[in-house]
């Protein structure tokens, strides 16, 4: 969550995507993953749909959020008597991911493989079985690989903030499986990775899609909002 203030956020006047001010409120939906019952307000813009939460939680309040016992930290041991089935879930997202990097990018052992909120890295992991090259992961919380450091002592995990990156990194992959929806700035976000990056630098950018049909199905109770910790949900169009 890049360059997020510690103090209250402002609500959101304008849509980030066209700058329009024709937004309107949308739902009310309670935090999702998190014990309390608190409701929340998302608005969406008019003009290309861009749906976010409004106001949204300060920087302390949203910590909150994302503790040891968020269920993306813990892995499939959250899941109980479920947990070789979410494991089995976990490889096989990992390993289509890990193919979409092979068929768009040409990596060696000189290459830099940089993930954005890497979370619980199991991605990166999987990346070490397929290049040789190097494998670095950021999240301003450590909480998803803290207690398995033997399992992940391969990869390069930092915990800092995206605007914390140095200038001179330039990965070769940069990749944003779910994170983009998390931003408070995604806009700022996505003007500093391009600071750092190379001319031939791939992004990969994966989001939950508000204009999906489990969307239209669940409606204000749909997986997507993940209360409150997404901050924008977008669609094709506006992405």
């Given at each position: 969550?890049?360059?997020?203030?510690?103090?209250?956020?402002?609500?959101?006047?304008?849509?980030?995507?066209?700058?329009?001010?024709?937004?309107?409120?949308?739902?009310?939906t309670?935090?999702?993953?998190?014990?309390?019952?608190?409701?929340?307000?998302?608005?969406?813009?008019?003009?290309?749909?861009?749906?976010?939460?409004?106001?949204?939680?300060?920087?302390?309040?949203?910590?909150?959020?994302?503790?040891?016992?968020?269920?993306?930290y813990?892995?499939?041991?959250?899941?109980?008597?479920?947990?070789?089935?979410?494991?089995?879930?976990?490889?096989?997202?990992?390993?289509?991911?890990?193919?979409?990097?092979?068929?768009?990018?040409?990596?060696?052992?000189?290459?830099l493989?940089?993930?954005?909120?890497?979370?619980?890295?199991?991605?990166?992991?999987?990346?070490?079985?397929?290049?040789?090259?190097?494998?670095?992961?950021?999240?301003?919380?450590?909480?998803?690989?803290?207690?398995?450091?033997?399992?992940?002592?391969?990869?390069?995990?930092?915990?800092?903030?995206?605007?914390?990156?140095?200038?001179?990194?330039?990965?070769?992959?940069?990749?944003?499986?779910?994170?983009?929806?998390?931003?408070?700035?995604?806009?700022?976000?996505?003007?500093?990775?391009?600071?750092?990056?190379?001319?031939k630098?791939?992004?990969?950018?994966?989001?939950?899609?508000?204009?999906?049909?489990?969307?239209?199905?669940?409606?204000?109770?749909?997986?997507?909002?993940?209360?409150?910790?997404?901050?924008?949900?977008?669609?094709?169009?506006?992405?």
């Amino acid at each position: 969550m890049n360059n997020i203030k510690k103090t209250n956020v402002e609500n959101i006047e304008k849509c980030i995507v066209c700058d329009s001010k024709a937004i309107n409120f949308l739902c009310s939906t309670k935090a999702m993953m998190h014990a309390s019952n608190k409701k929340f307000n998302f608005f969406i813009c008019k003009i290309c749909n861009l749906v976010f939460l409004n106001p949204r939680l300060s920087y302390q309040e949203l910590k909150n959020y994302y503790t040891g016992n968020y269920l993306p930290y813990k892995g499939p041991s959250s899941w109980g008597k479920y947990e070789k089935f979410a494991a089995i879930s976990q490889k096989r997202l990992d390993s289509r991911r890990v193919k979409i990097l092979k068929q768009h990018s040409t990596l060696n052992s000189g290459s830099l493989i940089l993930d954005i909120g890497c979370g619980n890295p199991t991605f990166l992991n999987t990346c070490g079985n397929s290049f040789k090259s190097t494998l670095m992961g950021i999240d301003f919380s450590d909480n998803g690989w803290k207690n398995e450091k033997k399992k992940y002592k391969k990869l390069n995990l930092i915990v800092g903030e995206v605007h914390d990156l140095p200038k001179n990194l330039q990965p070769d992959v940069i990749s944003l499986w779910h994170y983009l929806e998390h931003d408070y700035y995604p806009n700022k976000t996505l003007r500093k990775l391009a600071s750092i990056s190379n001319s031939k630098t791939k992004l990969f950018v994966e989001v939950p899609n508000y204009d999906s049909s489990s969307r239209r199905k669940y409606n204000e109770n749909w997986g997507g909002f993940h209360t409150p910790r997404h901050t924008f949900l977008f669609s094709p169009n506006n992405l």
